[in-house]
Nanobody, 115 residues
């Protein structure tokens, strides 16, 4: 069983940066492709970025060039560096495997971009 705990969210002004972390339990973390997802109020959850076990990354067009996903398998942690944040990035951010696994959803971390 894998448990995922997201952290690092907060309130930031437009143009600012945040770094999200996702700590995973379970010794099989390194074999999973992982993703960061987000859900804005009134919208469906969407995939923001994903990273394979080997480190290959892929991004949604809306965040390409601004967000960077990375992982540290020794620490069982996946990160999302978010730069040049925009108000439309406001959402609850979650990590999960990619494709997502219904049992792995955690509480998420709130990111609010506002002046």
């Amino acid at each position: 069983q894998v448990q995922l705990v997201e952290s690092g969210g907060g309130l930031v002004q437009p143009g600012g940066s945040l770094r999200l972390s996702c700590a995973a339990s379970g010794r099989l973390f390194s074999i999973y492709a992982m993703g960061w997802y987000r859900q804005a109020p009134g919208k469906q959850r969407e995939l923001v970025a994903r990273i394979t076990s080997g480190g290959t990354t892929n991004y949604a067009d809306s965040v390409k060039g601004r967000f960077t996903i990375s992982r540290d398998n020794a620490k069982n942690t996946v990160y999302l560096q978010m730069n040049s944040l925009k108000p439309e990035d406001t959402a609850v951010y979650y990590c999960n495997s990619w494709p997502s696994t219904s049992n792995y959803w955690g509480q998420g971390t709130q990111v609010t971009v506002s002046s």
